[in-house]
């Protein structure tokens, strides 16, 4: 027993001094998410963004979402507006999901739902917020592109419905 006892603090001891490497997510910072305000009149007028509306004739728009739409929030995701980097900002994309389908999921379902959007959206190169009508912002999921592997944040308060 003594010696079962002597190995295990061995074993142990021997596993605390390997040298361990950083965890990433101590190493690198994901940016906030953007402050802007949520513009709905973006959604009737899309001058200089692209919504579930704009459709290119001769080449895929970025970010493509309708197949995801489809496949993961056909009753969840009203709308959606995409908007260019700039100088200040990245590339984000802000969803407006449908109330009355939001408040009907769980945590977990609405972790599923921003996690499968913003992973396609970071594939475009773009961020995510997500908006209801009242423009109240849902969730975000916020990468940090300049680093490889790309570090993401996805944050979902729970003081909102």
Not at 86 to 102: F, G, I
């Amino acid at each position: 027993m003594r010696s079962l006892a002597l190995m295990l603090g061995f074993c142990l001891t021997t596993i605390f001094l390997l040298p361990t490497k950083s965890s990433l997510a101590a190493t690198t910072t994901v940016p906030k998410p953007s402050n802007a305000p949520l513009d709905l009149n973006l959604l009737k007028n899309p001058n200089g963004v692209i919504t579930a509306n704009t459709i290119s004739q001769s080449k895929l728009t970025i970010p493509s979402l309708w197949l995801a739409k489809y496949n993961f929030g056909n009753d969840l995701l009203d709308n959606w507006i995409a908007y260019s980097a700039t100088n200040t900002e990245p590339a984000r994309v802000d969803l407006v999901v449908n109330q009355q389908a939001w408040i009907l999921l769980d945590y977990i379902e609405r972790y599923s739902f921003v996690n499968r959007f913003g992973s396609i959206a970071r594939r475009f190169g773009y961020n995510l917020r997500v908006f209801n009508y009242q423009k109240e912002r849902l969730a975000t999921y916020t990468c940090n592109f300049s680093t490889s592997p790309q570090s993401c944040n996805l944050e979902i308060p729970t003081n909102l419905r």
